[in-house]
């Protein structure tokens, strides 16, 4: 550790945090109960708080960490790009990072995506791509198509125009009045198979219910986004992947936008590097797909959504106001930039969509137990995310903070979303690395349904 503060314990520096800091994703008086832990340092899956606990990082905090963290390959890149470009504009100016990035990010696409806007956060995507989408129609003088179409439970961030095609009830209550109105569509979560109906008879319905309000709509919908394969903070709602060859059908014929929201499914996280790649037997391509969280291999904040030559092209003009209007003070940072080509290497020279069949089929073998255990229900695994959900008959309200508490003291972070659980753990995972998680996660919840009765 090379720090040249004075190394407080952890009670110190959560007492000055909780007077400082304003954290995400917080009730902050729930912290009066619930652990807030302070960090020293971080090692492969292992954080470290300041009196030396360690936690096993089963969900890659938060969905971004890819290989670890303090990752050698991705630091020495780093360290090297740090004396060379910090930072400048990308506005008039453009530097090798920013194009090798997008250059490799459309060969990863076989260039359907040839063009890559940058930005910083994944909610800035969805922004980008909402923006970009209307603008496109308007060009082409089709300026009525500016409604948008979400699935049920859809999560695509948290600013104002993300937050519009974000279906939280939570969110909905205290920010709807901010927010325009979009279509909710059914969704194909596998989990709303009546009895005797499979994922397809599922992603079926779903389809008919889109093409009905596609149908009502004619001339008014700029695009459809989803979360291709899993919608992650619905709690790893799963569907089959003829859902995304219908809604890409379903897009042409109705003329409108498909936007693939790979922020958390994408870079290898479902098995293929985009998750639109396991769309039916060939894949498909989106006409608009936004990057973010893994892409950087966790390190640094960066954002992107690719688009195709036909929509490019319709920006391409001589008037500035056909030109797409957006920028960030930090667009195409070249550390950032450099954080993910290293993590693009990595999936490279380390043939990281191969080896992850065999660690994916690990965690299925080593959460045996969890398939057979009467309290969970919906067991189900899509590459990297595996999931299950505990019967809300053994549930309490607050079984999710519970579990996240008790599994600390087993040294292990997950953070249940309501009644599910799910694993997203960094690809360099160990497979000793993986016993103690699933052991860790089965004795936790033990503890958790015991203390309840
Ligand atoms: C995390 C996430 C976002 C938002 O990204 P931020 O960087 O948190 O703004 C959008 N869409 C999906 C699917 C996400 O998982």
Known sequence: MNTNKPTLLSDQWVERSLKAVWHPCTQM????????IALSHAKGSWLYDQDGHRYLDAISSWWVNLFGHANPYINAALKKQLDQLEHAMLAGFTHPPVVELAEKLSALTSNHLGHTFFAS????????????????????????????????????????????????????????????????????????????????DAATRALKDLEKTLQKNQGKIAALILEPLVQCAAGMAMHDRSYLVGARQLCDQYQVHLIADEIAVGCGRTGTFFAVEQAGESGIW???????????????????????????????????????????????????????????????NDHVIEKNKVLANAMTES?????????????????????????ESVTSKLFAKEFFKEALSKEILVRPIGRTIYIM????????????????IEKTLHLVLQNKD
Request: proline fraction near 4%.
């Open 121 to 200: 956060d994944g909610a800035s995507a969805i922004e980008i791509a909402l923006k970009m989408s209307f603008h496109y129609w308007r060009n082409m003088g089709l300026s009525d198509k500016r409604e948008f179409i979400c699935l049920k439970n859809s999560y695509h961030g948290e600013t104002l125009g993300a937050l519009a095609v974000t279906d939280v009830a939570l969110f909905k209550d205290a920010y709807g009045p901010l927010t325009r109105h979009a279509h909710i569509v059914e969704s194909p979560d596998s989990r709303n198979a009546n009895k005797g109906e499979t994922a397809v």
């Open 286 to 348: 989106p006409d608009f797909l936004a990057l973010s969280k893994g892409i950087s291999g966790g390190y640094l904040p960066l954002s992107l959504v690719m688009t195709t030559e036909k929509i490019y092209q319709a920006f391409y003009d001589e008037d500035v106001s056909r030109g797409f209007l957006h920028s960030h003070s930090y667009t195409g940072n070249p550390l950032a930039c450099t954080a993910a080509l290293a993590t693009l290497d990595i999936f490279a």
């Open 425 to 440: 753990p960094p690809y360099t995972l160990s497979m000793d690395e993986l016993d103690i998680l699933s052991d860790g």
């Open 29 to 36: 008086k729930h912290h009066e109960r619930f652990p807030l």
């Open 367 to 391: 959460f045996t137990w969890a398939k057979n255990d009467s309290n969970i229900e919906h067991f189900r695994q899509k590459g990297m995310i595996l999931a299950f959900d505990i019967k």
